[in-house]
C-alpha cells in the first residue's frame, strides 16, 4: 500500500514566523510532488509541486525534496494568519497517469 | 472563467435512493476524476476518465458508477446510496500525466 504521511497537528506558528510541513512517502518510484492548500470548507487548491530533489522557491512558499529520505516539505516565511490552513501532501507515482496519492494534511494555526 | 461545477452542493437522502453528483469543466482538459474526502482518511479516489469513454476506477469504487460521453462532464453515480457513502465529494480535473488538479467546490452528501 503506497502511503503519504503528515502529521496532522494544528500547527501553531505565531505571524511572522516560518511554519515548516512535513511529509513522508513510501514508494520510491514517486516522482513528483505537489502541495494543495485547503481552507476549511473549501476545495483544495495547488500551491506547488516539485520534480527534482532540492529546492523550489515561490514567493513566501519552498518547496523541499529529498528523495533519498522520501521526504517532503514545505516551508512558509513571514506567515499570515490568512495562511491558516489544511496543507494536503500529495504524491504522483509516475508513468502515464494523472494518480496522485494524498496524504491526510496539516492544519496550519497562524496566530495574529 | 475557468471552473468546475458540481451539483449539488448539499444533499441529504435516503438509503437505497439513486442519485447522480454532476460535474462539469470548461478547462478542456482530458483528465477527470472523483474524490471523496473523510476525516482522518483524507481524499481518496474513487474513479477517473482520462479521456470520452475511457474511465477506470481509483482506490475505493465500490458502490458507485460514472460515465464519459463528453469532455466536459463527468457524473458520479450513486445507484443504491447507503449510509457509509456519506462523505464530501470533489470533482477534478486537470492535463494530462501531470498531478495538476482543479478542484470543484465540492458536493455533501448524507445518506440516511
Known amino acids: ?42 476545495s483544495p487548491e495547488l500551491i506547488m509541486f516539485i520534480y527534482s530533489n532540492g529546492d523550489k522557491e515561490d514567493g513566501r512558499f519552498t518547496a523541499q525534496l529529498n528523495k533519498a529520505s522520501q521526504y517532503v516539505s514545505l516551508l512558509i516565511r513571514d506567515s499570515q494568519p490568512s495562511d491558516s490552513a489544511t496543507y494536503l501532501c500529495a504524491v504522483r507515482i509516475g508513468g502515464a497517469t494523472n494518480k496522485l496519492i494524498f496524504g491526510t494534511g496539516t492544519l496550519l494555526a497562524v496566530q495574529p | 472563467e ?85 462523505s464530501l465529494y470533489f470533482c477534478a480535473t486537470g492535463p494530462l500525466n501531470t498531478g495538476e488538479l482543479f478542484f470543484g467546490e465540492g458536493s455533501r452528501l448524507t445518506v440516511l
Open chain 1, 1 to 42: 500500500q503506497k502511503e503519504v504521511e503528515q502529521n496532522s497537528g494544528p500547527l501553531s506558528v505565531p505571524e511572522g514566523a516560518i511554519a515548516s510541513l512535513n511529509c513522508t512517502y513510501s514508494d520510491r518510484g514517486s516522482q513528483s510532488f505537489f502541495w494543495y492548500r485547503q481552507y476549511s470548507g473549501k
Open chain 2, 2 to 86: 475557468a471552473q468546475v461545477t458540481q451539483n449539488p452542493r448539499y444533499l441529504i437522502t435516503v438509503t437505497g435512493k439513486k442519485l447522480t453528483v454532476t460535474c462539469s469543466q470548461n478547462m478542456n482538459h482530458e483528465y477527470m476524476s472523483w474524490y471523496r474526502q473523510d476525516p482522518g482518511l483524507g481524499l481518496r479516489q474513487i474513479y477517473y476518465s482520462m479521456n470520452v469513454e475511457v474511465t477506470d476506477k481509483g482506490d475505493v469504487p465500490e458502490g458507485y458508477k460514472v460515465s464519459r460521453k463528453e469532455k466536459r462532464n463527468f457524473p458520479l453515480i450513486l445507484e443504491s446510496p447507503s449510509p457509509n457513502q456519506t
